[in-house]
């Protein structure tokens, strides 16, 4: 009974004091204020250092890769500046490169190579030539008819009627160039004709103009020919020239090299003319001085004009010139007629 009463007084004795129950069969366990016992709420803390812990892990992952991914982007930049750096290089490189390649020197350079190496080129280039050189040749006659066109006995004419003589001569022969052209006459000759034909047409107008001049000096014993008849077969020619064999000689850089067409072609057409009018001068010049000195030919008493078996050095020049310019037009058709073959087999 004392035992009970005992325990009773145990179980009585088992009261709130500071918030903290102790009851004798609690085991000595701790409960606060809201029914939680002290060993759920370490648990907790631990949850809270747990969760604490993983979060301060994920933010310093977190920002390890963020500095990893800038120090990449970084890196990225850095090459693609220096990629950047590198074109810009090359390509200023290329263009100091393709600057000096296309300076006047090295264009002037590489088509005299090319007319050099190309024997089309080079009968071109003496074609054109030797057009110049006629030309030249038969203008010191004109020029010298033009200036005894009254007669011996007549007197000197001006300068000034002189040019306005041969400017209405060039204005004629303009007019016909344009009426040849206009009315389609002049391509049909070249086509009655064919390219290779047509070149040859100009170098043989040439040679009858030549031999019609000769023909007169001997009829008339030496004397110079008619001036009417000197412009007739001079306008002729040109006419010709500009109506109907200029179009075909253009014809014969079709399908060459680019090198060819925009680097030999203006040193062809700007050196050929200026070759061919200086070396007419030239000959003329060399031909008296080498008849001077030898002797050789016949001293006019009228004029004092010297002949050559009966013919003026001028007419002797230029049947030479328009006779090596037959033969170079008809060498000039044979290779463009095989070039021509070529590219049709190769089409």
Request: aromatic content about 6%; glycine content about 10%.
């Amino acid at each position: 009974m004392k035992r009970v009463a005992s325990g009773g007084s145990l179980a009585a004795k088992a009261v709130s004091v500071g918030g903290v129950s102790y009851g004798g069969g609690g085991g000595g366990r701790k409960t606060n204020p809201d029914g939680m016992t002290t060993k759920s709420t370490s648990g907790m803390r631990k949850a809270r250092s747990a969760i604490t812990l993983s979060a301060m892990a994920a933010a310093t992952s977190s920002s390890s890769s963020s500095s990893s991914s800038s120090s990449k982007q970084a890196q990225l930049a850095s090459l693609e500046q220096q990629q950047h750096q590198t074109r810009r290089s090359s390509t200023a490189a290329s263009r100091s490169a393709l600057d000096d390649s296309n300076s006047f020197k090295q264009r002037l350079l590489r088509g005299v190579t090319t007319i050099l190496r190309s024997r089309l080129l080079m009968c071109i280039f003496t074609y054109n030539a030797l057009s110049a050189t006629t030309t030249v040749l038969l203008s010191f006659q004109r020029a010298e008819l033009v200036a005894n066109r009254g007669g011996a006995g007549a007197p000197t004419a001006s300068a000034e009627k002189d040019t306005a003589f041969l400017a209405r001569i060039n204005m004629a022969s303009s007019v016909a160039v344009f009426a040849l052209q206009a009315s389609g006459a002049g391509a049909l000759l070249s086509d009655y004709c064919g390219r290779y034909g047509t070149l040859a047409l100009m170098p043989l107008v040439r040679v009858c103009g030549v031999a019609g001049l000769a023909w007169w000096h001997v009829k008339g014993s030496g004397r110079p020919p008619n001036l009417a008849l000197f412009l007739v077969l001079d306008e002729f020619a040109k006419v010709v020239n500009f109506a109907v064999a200029k179009p075909v000689r253009e014809s014969l850089w079709r399908g060459l090299s680019n090198e060819a067409r925009y680097e030999a072609k203006p040193i062809v057409d700007t050196l050929a003319n200026r070759w061919g009018g200086g070396s007419a001068a030239f000959l003329m010049s060399f031909f008296g001085a080498m008849l001077d000195l030898t002797g050789w030919g016949r001293v006019s008493e009228v004029d004092g004009t010297r002949t050559v078996l009966g013919f003026p050095p001028v007419l002797i020049l230029c049947a030479i010139a328009a006779v090596w310019w037959t033969v170079v037009s008809l060498d000039l058709g044979n290779i463009r007629r095989r070039i021509d073959l070529e590219l049709k087999k190769h089409q």
